[in-house]
T-cell receptor, first 115, second 116 residues
C-alpha cells in the first residue's frame, strides 16, 4: 500500500513569506506526528495529532508555527513570516494507534529553504 | 537533558568489517520503547527495529543485530559484514508512554560510511 507522502518535496521561500507543508498519512493511521530535522538541532518533535485534535503541541518552536488535520487524514503545517532559522527538513510520520507504541512510518520530508 | 545519546558521530569502515553503533538512553518510565531508524542518502527514515523495555532478548535480523542491556540503559546495534549499501545515518530513538503520545526522542545520529 501507499506510504506517507509529503508535498512539496522542496520549497524555497523568501524571509517573511508564509508556507504550507502537506502530509498524507497512511490510510487508517489515526496518529500523526510532525518532526523537524536541522543541522543544529537534529531530529526534533513538533506536534502530535490523534484524529483531528492535537493534544501535544509542545514542540512547536514559536507561535508562527501552526498545524491542522482534517478528516482524520491530511495534515497541514503552516509557518508564518518565515525566518532563516526555519530552514530544515520537515518530516511527517503516522502510526496506526497511539495507545500502544506502534511504529511510526515516515514520509520523505519537505526540504524548506528560507532565503 | 538529552534522552538519547549516540556518542559516535561518524564511523568509517571497509566493506565486510563489522560495525557497532552505541546508543544510551535515559528515562524514568519503567515501560518504554526503543527504536532504530536508518536514513540513507535519499533522506527517508526507514524503520529497522522496535524493542520493548520488558523484553531483553537480543535480536538478529540478517546481518543486523541488537543488544539491549537494561542495566546499562544501552541499546546497541551491530552490522555484521558491512556492505556499501549500509552507508547511511542511523538514529536511535526512545518512546515513553508517560507522555501519552509516544512521540520519539531521537539521538543525534551516527553516520556510517562503508568503503568498497
Amino acid at each position: 500500500g501507499a506510504g506517507v507522502s509529503q508535498s512539496p518535496s522542496n520549497k524555497v521561500t523568501e524571509k517573511g513569506k508564509d508556507v504550507e507543508l502537506r502530509c498524507d498519512p497512511i490510510s487508517g493511521h489515526t496518529a500523526l506526528y510532525w518532526y523537524r530535522q536541522s543541522l543544529g538541532q537534529g531530529l526534533e518533535f513538533l506536534i502530535y495529532f490523534q484524529g483531528n485534535s492535537a493534544p501535544d503541541k509542545s514542540g512547536l518552536p514559536s507561535d508562527r508555527f501552526s498545524a491542522e488535520r482534517t478528516g482524520g487524514s491530511v495534515s497541514t503545517l503552516t509557518i508564518q513570516r518565515t525566518q532563516q532559522e526555519d530552514s530544515a527538513v520537515y518530516l511527517c510520520a503516522s502510526s496506526p494507534f497511539p495507545a500502544a507504541p506502534d511504529t511510526q512510518y515516515f514520509g520523505p520530508g519537505t526540504r524548506l529553504t528560507v532565503l | 537533558a538529552q534522552k538519547v545519546t549516540q556518542a559516535q558521530t561518524e564511523i568509517s569502515v571497509v566493506e565486510k568489517e563489522d560495525v557497532t553503533l552505541d546508543c544510551v538512553y535515559e528515562t524514568r518510565d519503567t515501560t518504554y520503547y526503543l527504536f532504530w531508524y536508518k536514513q540513507p542518502p535519499s533522506g527517508e527514515l526507514v524503520f529497522l527495529i522496535r524493542r520493548n523495555s520488558f523484553d531483553e532478548q537480543n535480536e538478529i535480523s540478517g546481518r543486523y543485530s541488537w543488544n539491549f542491556q537494561k542495566s546499562t540503559s544501552s541499546f546497541n546495534f551491530t552490522i555484521t559484514a558491512s556492505q556499501v549499501v549500509d552507508s547511511a545515518v542511523y538514529f536511535c530513538a526512545l518512546s515513553e508512554p508517560s507522555l501519552n503520545d509516544y512521540k520519539l526522542s531521537f539521538g543525534a545520529g551516527t553516520t556510517v560510511t562503508v568503503r568498497a
